[in-house]
């Protein structure tokens, strides 16, 4: 019985590099084409101190889209008065994230919304 738990044990722990590469590979492939994407493409409205918006410009890293990212809350004056109102013309909830993807809006931080805007 203890061998038995000594070699599940290890086989958890260590990990044939094959096995990390392969699991690796199948987490970052992504359905849709990286390179149909330009920076103007994809705009992510987001606020510096919002989780969720880190969450949505990591995961649009982690596809490895170009973007471009304002931060609503570093603006002032009239530049954030005219960044809200584009907003509204999106989402007027005016919430955050609000991810725009050429034509298609994602509200929040949704996987796969994101995703499914990046495959249309």
């Known amino acids: 019985m203890a061998n038995f738990i000594s070699t599940l044990f290890k086989k958890l722990i260590f990990k044939e590099p094959d096995e990390a590469v ?41 596809c490895g889209v170009k973007y471009e990212c304002i931060h609503v809350d570093e603006l ?3 530049e954030r008065k005219q960044v809200v109102d584009e907003i509204k013309n999106h989402n007027p909830a005016v919430s955050f994230p609000t991810i ?7 509200v929040g931080y949704h996987k796969d919304k994101i995703d499914k805007a990046l495959e249309d």
């Not at 725009?100 to 994602?106: E, N, P, R």
């Open 22 to 62: 392969r699991s690796d590979k199948q987490t970052s492939s992504k359905p849709f084409d990286m390179e149909a994407f330009q920076m103007n493409d994809i705009k992510v409205y987001a606020l510096s101190t919002c989780i969720h918006c880190r969450n949505a410009k990591k995961y649009l890293d982690e």
């Open 76 to 78: 002032s004056g009239d």
């Open 100 to 106: 725009i993807i050429k034509d298609k809006v994602v």
